[in-house]
């Protein structure tokens, strides 16, 4: 087991304009150390997250998983989630030995065609709860509203996905039983991804999943 | 400095052009392997136009190197190019609409309003 990257910066008044890391960001570092020989052997080159948060995901793998040099982008709308990711990074010692670069932005809107076919690990605990709209303004509601059944960010996550991975990417995924494995499955087949679950927990209030993409 | 060789600006406009008001230098280790596999990446005509841009006192040849490879003090000069200046404060124009995008510690920010979103 991997320790948890430090995140001892952070205050609750952080926490109160970020979200702060709970069962399902560690399902997602648990699921992807299911995987450390496959993305080990990978040597990810280039790394992305969407929507990185307090950055824990995105510092967890640059600690463990890449053992040379490695690119990384973080991508968030919300610009303290931004720099909060890149406290995160320094704060675990990672910055002279990766690059990492941040952007505030909707997606990889600005990324997509440089980085199209060039990522080799991407990594995005999304917003996944259903409510009415995803479509919200305030930045904590951000966090977790999918819209429809959940998936309405996801939708454009994995449909980016497939144009981002490199031939032999990984792309992990968080997502809630109400998203629908089927569904994912279907939205990933229509762009030619793969789907696969690999980890699934209970908690107190969701059932969880992680799914691995990989282009067919 | 490496980000503004990725971004876009609106609809098409790369590169972006870069206005520094405060730039930082950060010292970041030196691997030769991660260098070599990152140039391939990287639009060299951008890369250069971002070092005139900034006034960097960094000699880029007009065209990359053949033997890239071998050639050390190229790839040195191009991690430090990439790698370490830091553009804490300042902006991201795109070229095409003149649409200024801020960039603030170190963080630029590409949100488009959705009147622009084509």
Known sequence: MFPTPDLSHFTRNDYSQI???DADSFLLLDALE????????LKPLIVLEFGSGSGIATTFVAKNFCLTPSLFFAIDINPYACYSTKRTFE??????KHCLNIVQCNLT???IERLSSKVDLILFNPPYVPTETSDVKEVIERTYAGGKQGIEVIEKAI?????LLSSKGL?????????????????ANQVGLNTDIILKRRTLIERLFVVEFQRK | MLTSNILKGVTRGFPLKIKADKVENVSVDYNRDFIT?????????ALRAAVNDLGLNESLPETMPE????DDEFLKTMHKVLLEYEIEEGELICPETGRKFPISKGIPNMLLQETEVS
């Open chain 1, 91 to 96: 704060q675990n010692n990672l910055h002279h």
């Open chain 2, 67 to 70: 033997a890239v490879q071998q």
């Open chain 2, 37 to 45: 596999r990152i140039i391939p990446r990287i639009e060299y005509d």
């Open chain 1, 34 to 41: 299911l995987k450390l020989n496959e993305i080990l052997e």
């Open chain 1, 109 to 111: 809107d600005p990324l």
């Open chain 1, 159 to 163: 449909e980016q996905a497939s144009r």
């Open chain 1, 171 to 187: 792309f992990y995924m968080v997502a809630l039983e109400e998203n629908n494995f089927d569904t994912l499955k279907e939205l």
């Open chain 1, 19 to 21: 979200y702060e890391p």
